[in-house]
């Protein structure tokens, strides 16, 4: 373990201004998925901000009629809510598809948000990894690349978003509140949260340096049948192969997104016109230019016939 420093914050503007004081520093909350890279020396920083204190865990109500999730809410406590299970139900159905109930009981909002992938060579430090070391090379893009991008990749990065959560949080049309060192603050529609690779994979979000995430707010309830299916290769404790978040309503039109296919939830909204002609038309519009390899392609049949079963499962419970 390398050596570093540690302080706990006692609002969001102070994290922020205290992360701006050391170059490389991270903010730490439930720590489930920075301190394994930590121990994997894949993540080395020299100073941890301790935001666990900064009040940042209740779930309110909106004056629009939504909620503001606050970015310390556990992911426990979030799936079960009250009125995310009433209003939100992929919400909450995607949490619960996510990690292990001891994980759920420490993960907070805003560290599932920004969780990084979890492609084998990224955790390789033996492997070559643009995302880990920039300009080092892909190792995935001719390794094993079964559980790994086909839309929305480049040729420096085929790696995915493994964040269940997230899938949901863009079909819901969530908004991402930050604070900066500065203490200014601002609004990031979840949709232009995450980047895609492109030559600099290493920069995951459009996120500036110590800028913190301080909640998360969903619009208004949205009704129809909400389902999040996730296929994965064993039933509990594992990513997404893929996984889809749909909300239907009852003449087959609605929203839907995707995890386990990109860098971030995919969402093509233009695609969702097509919705009520079926899976087919839906999965030819939502993947239009998909690039897999030779280990992967099968997603492509795999999302048209996960689409097929949520769209028939949303038939069944109108």
């Known amino acids: 373990m390398r050596p ?96 292990s109930g001891q994980l759920r009981n420490v993960a907070t909002t805003a560290g599932n948000l920004l969780q990084r992938t979890r492609c084998p060579y990224f955790y390789d430090t033996h492997q070559a990894c643009n995302k880990r070391q920039p300009g080092s090379g892909c190792a995935a893009i001719d390794g094993f690349s079964r559980q790994l991008g086909i839309i929305g990749v480049s040729t420096a990065c085929i790696a995915t978003h ?51 995430i301080t909640a998360v707010t969903l619009p208004t309830p949205i009704g129809g049948t909400h389902i999040y299916q996730k296929v994965r290769d064993r039933s509990s404790y594992a990513f997404a192969l893929i996984s889809v978040g749909a909300i239907i309503q009852n003449d087959g039109s609605g929203r839907v997104a995707l995890g386990g296919v990109a860098h971030k939830p995919w969402r093509v909204e233009s695609a969702e016109s097509v919705m009520p002609q079926g899976a087919k038309a839906l999965t030819e519009q939502l993947l239009a230019g998909a690039t897999p390899t030779h280990q992967n392609a099968f997603k492509l049949t795999l999302v048209e016939r996960t689409l097929a079963a949520v769209m028939a499962q949303a038939r069944e419970h109108a």
């Open 4 to 99: 570093f420093t540690y302080l706990r914050a006692k609002s969001p503007a102070e994290a922020a201004a205290l992360a701006a004081q050391v170059s490389d520093s991270r903010f730490i909350a439930g720590g489930t998925n920075l301190l394994d890279l930590m121990k994997l020396d894949i993540e080395t920083p020299t100073h941890l901000i301790d935001v666990n204190g900064v009040g940042l865990d209740r779930i309110e109500a909106t004056p629009e009629g939504g909620l503001r999730i606050g970015a310390l809410v556990r992911n426990t406590d979030l799936a079960a809510d009250s009125r995310i299970r009433k209003d939100y139900g992929l919400l909450a159905r995607a949490l619960l598809a996510g990690a």
């Open 162 to 212: 493994p964040s269940d959560m997230a899938v949901a949080m863009r079909a819901l049309d969530a908004l991402v509140e930050t604070v900066k060192p500065d203490g200014t603050t601002r609004n990031i529609p979840l949709a232009e949260l995450h980047r895609l690779p492109g030559a600099t994979p290493n920069i995951e979000t459009t996120l500036t340096a110590h800028e913190l």
